[in-house]
Nanobody
Framework: QVQLVESGGGLVQAGDSLRLSCAAS????????KAWFRQAPGKEREFVAV????????YYRSSVEGRFTISRDNAKDTVYLQMNSLKPEDTAVYYC?????????????????WGQGTQVTVSS
């Protein structure tokens, strides 16, 4: 089992920055794929970013590439999502997800473990 706990959400203005954290515990390796998803009100949960492998490879959805950065601190078993130049359309509950494979994935069904989510609200 893997436990994930997100933190760092909040209310910010457009153009501001936030950093989300996801602390992992249990049976997980730093190289296992860990991702961020988000779900806006009335919309389906969508992929945001993923980090995987021994070399910390990363991949982003196009609408956040260049603004968001996913990273990890292996010593702390923590994954981060640095979000810059935030837009109102980034408003959502952000979820951390993990799978027990060092292979990237972008769909919900490929992740077995999920955090409880953290709210990000961007005002215009």
């Amino acid at each position: 089992q893997v436990q994930l706990v997100e933190s760092g959400g909040g209310l910010v203005q457009a153009g501001d920055s936030l950093r989300l954290s996801c602390a992992a515990s249990g049976r997980t390796f730093s190289s296992d794929a860990k991702a961020w998803f988000r779900q806006a009100p009335g919309k389906e949960r969508e992929f945001v970013a993923v980090i995987w492998g021994g070399r910390s490879s990363t991949y982003y959805r196009s609408s956040v590439e260049g603004r968001f950065t996913i990273s990890r601190d292996n010593a702390k078993d923590t994954v981060y999502l640095q979000m810059n130049s935030l837009k109102p359309e980034d408003t959502a509950v952000y979820y951390c997800a993990a799978r027990s494979l060092p292979i990237m994935a972008v769909t919900i069904s490929e992740y077995a473990y999920w955090g409880q989510g953290t709210q990000v609200t961007v005002s215009s």
